[in-house]
């Protein structure tokens, strides 16, 4: 198997699109796209038509197919999603072959937009809060509409759920993080919704993931690596964390460049989809919970020296707020 690196990556690109779309398709480099999307990398297929920006997003080699390492399940979301009008970079090829990368590949168009960076301006498209944060709430509407790909997994219960993240808050090196994590845990399991709207969701629905072009109009909606099927009003409880200074280490919180009104984003949800969200403040909980949680694992991965990203200490400053401000929001 190829070993992956930015030039087995621009190789297997060449060769592919020499294969399968233009034989004099030349490709001189490839590079890791920003982001904590993976395994993903930018790279320009140049042939007889011009210059095509791409995206490669590959699967992690001899890793099992499941969940967000499977990254060809995404490929019949994106195709219902593009039917129902949502906007998202098209996928040019998806490929299960090892003769081209190693692994298995999903290729999309780059697109010349910019998110709405939570952290940097130099990263962040020229666009307004209240303007940005419009156009996400419509486009998740029409995200929860579209229907599941034939196919897809039942939604896992909300108990299952909450569950789920249990052996990786077992990973806390830190007391005072187990403590809090267990009562937002045992909280939320106390007040399960008993009928939540079910349906597609994103998973990591924030402004990082979501382009805009020059002209401020959304343009692609991104990174589906952990969209599923289940309760859907997560989604929104989870752009309303990450624009709550509440939820955040006060020095971050204080320069947080993209914040909202979660009733704001509320009433433009339930005016967008029909839908009452009664337990909307359940979920901002869940959110917090769920997020608190990836937060310890990936502070016991970084420190133990599995996967070192020293981003992960300063996130880590949140973990006890972020808990705390969840079991706030079941009071």
Not at 88 to 115: E, H, I, M
Not at 241 to 268: I, K, N, Q, S
Request: a negative charge; glycine letters at 8%.
């Amino acid at each position: 198997m190829r070993a992956l690196s930015t030039r087995s990556v621009a190789e297997g690109m060449q060769a592919l699109a020499r294969a399968t779309a233009d034989p004099t398709s030349t490709v001189s480099e490839a590079w890791p796209m920003p982001g904590n999307a993976g395994l993903s990398f930018g790279c320009d297929v140049v042939d007889r038509d011009g210059t095509t920006p791409l995206v490669i997003r590959l699967a992690p080699p001899g890793v099992r197919r499941r969940g967000n390492t499977d990254v060809l399940r995404i490929v019949p979301l994106l195709d219902s999603l593009a039917a129902a009008g949502v906007p998202v970079a098209a996928v040019r090829w998806s490929v299960d072959d090892p003769r081209w990368f190693g692994t298995d590949a999903v290729v999309q168009d780059r697109l010349d937009a910019l998110p709405l960076h939570m952290a940097d301006p130099a990263l962040s498209a020229t666009v307004s809060v209240p303007h940005a944060l419009a156009q996400a709430v419509e486009v998740l509407a029409r995200i929860h509409a579209t229907p599941p790909p034939p196919g897809w997994p039942e939604p896992r219960p909300l108990a299952e759920e909450i569950d789920f993240w249990a052996p990786m808050l077992g990973r806390s090196s830190e007391p005072a993080w187990t403590d809090a994590g267990t009562a937002l845990r045992d909280a939320l399991l106390a007040g399960i919704p008993d009928d939540p709207a079910v349906g597609v969701f994103h998973g990591d629905f924030h402004t990082n993931n979501i382009l805009f072009d020059a002209d401020g109009t959304l343009a692609a909606v991104v990174d589906w690596e952990i969209s599923g099927v289940g309760a859907q009003l997560l989604d929104l409880a989870w752009l309303a964390m990450f624009t709550d200074p509440g939820c955040w280490e006060p020095a971050f919180g204080a320069r947080m460049r993209v914040t909202a009104d979660p009733a704001w984003l509320r009433e433009r949800y339930e005016t967008a989809t029909g839908r009452s969200t009664g337990t909307f403040d359940w979920f901002r909980a869940l959110a917090c919970y769920r997020f608190g949680v990836i937060t310890v694992f990936n502070v016991y991965l970084h420190r133990s020296g599995k996967r070192v990203d020293a981003t992960w200490e300063d996130r880590a400053r949140s973990i006890l707020p972020l808990l705390h401000r969840g079991l706030e929001f079941l009071r």
